[in-house]
């Protein structure tokens, strides 16, 4: 398989994952009991006249099928709550939740990758503490930090609980995403440095006498990239899942609230419009995570 038709494939790969998502989170809204309508209580004349004002009454197949007619022009609808269009809705919530995953992806990255080339290069008891808390931060959901982090911030009141305003609004939602996110680069570095550590190339170099040091940093963490690329695109999935728990429970502005806000009130358009945005990132995660993996390892784009 050539390098475009390796990138070819994973296009339309992100792309059917978007589509499936946005489709299917549609149907299950618009399936599920009830609907927007429902809210105006036991006027049923009026009940029927919104319905019908919104399109609801249709059945489900033509509701579908003209909400894919517009969509193939980008256009999803308009939201029923904010009488808005539903992509200029998300564009706004998307950037917000795009900012705390990308602040805490860099965190987390910061932290995890020298802390797993640590604690898979070197032994002792230092060490085994240093995993142990990696354990901690990795079975801790990002639900139950946050949560124990606003308590922390509301008792101490060093930094703001919620909301969304400068920097410091930003480390305890931040810091939710960003350490189990951590905890898992950490693993997968200190596995993968250790591989890298075992190969003849490596145990040729330090029986010449290169220093440990010297091989760990300047070859073996180049050797165990491959593996951590790869899944990157897996660990933006996983960051942009949780940040819809903790930006419900920080009150952060992005699209989990938006998300929220929409199953509430049964916004479905805007259900859907949320699901295509997070399944966008999820597909762009993984593409991109392919393309680095391909270029730190030209075998696979060229397999």
């Known amino acids: 398989m050539t390098t475009i038709g390796f990138l070819a494939r994973r296009v339309l790969a992100a792309l059917a994952l978007v589509f499936v998502a946005t ?35 249709l059945p489900v197949a033509q509701q579908y099928a003209r909400w894919l007619k517009r969509s193939l022009t980008l256009d999803l609808g ?50 085994r503490a240093l995993r142990g808390v990696s354990l901690l931060f990795l079975s801790i959901p990002p639900l139950i930090s946050s949560l124990t982090m606003l308590a922390v911030a509301a008792r ?11 920097v410091s609004h930003l480390v305890v939602p931040t810091l939710a995403l960003a350490l189990p996110i951590a905890a898992i680069l950490e693993r997968l570095q200190a596995q993968s440095i250790g591989d890298a550590l075992a ?21 073996a963490w180049r050797q165990s990239l491959g593996p951590i690329l790869a899944i990157y695109g897996v660990i933006v999935g996983t960051l942009f899942s949780g940040s819809f728990a903790v930006e419900i429970v920080t009150s952060w502005p992005g699209l989990g609230d938006l998300m929220r806000q929409a199953l509430l009130t049964r916004d479905t358009y805007l259900v859907a419009g949320c699901a295509a945005a997070g ?25």
């Open 23 to 57: 489709s299917g989170a549609l149907l299950l809204a618009q399936l599920a009991p009830g609907d927007y309508a429902s809210q105006f209580g036991r006027d049923q004349a009026q009940v029927a006249a919104e319905r019908h004002r919104l399109g609801l009454d």
């Open 78 to 127: 308009e939201s029923f709550q904010y009488q808005r269009p539903v992509t200029a809705l998300v564009a706004e919530r998307a950037w917000n939740t795009a900012l705390l995953a990308a602040t805490s992806l860099a965190v987390a990255t910061l932290l995890g990758i020298p802390w797993g080339i640590v604690t898979g290069s070197r032994r002792g008891v230092l060490i």
């Open 156 to 166: 101490t009141g060093w930094l703001p609980v919620s909301g969304m305003g400068g």
């Open 199 to 219: 190969t003849p190339m490596a145990l040729s170099a330090r029986a010449r006498g290169i220093s440990r040091r010297r091989i760990v940093w300047r070859h």
């Open 279 to 303: 399944a966008a990132f999820l597909a762009a995660g993984v593409l991109l995570g392919d393309v680095l993996h391909a270029v730190v390892d030209p075998r696979v784009g060229g397999a």
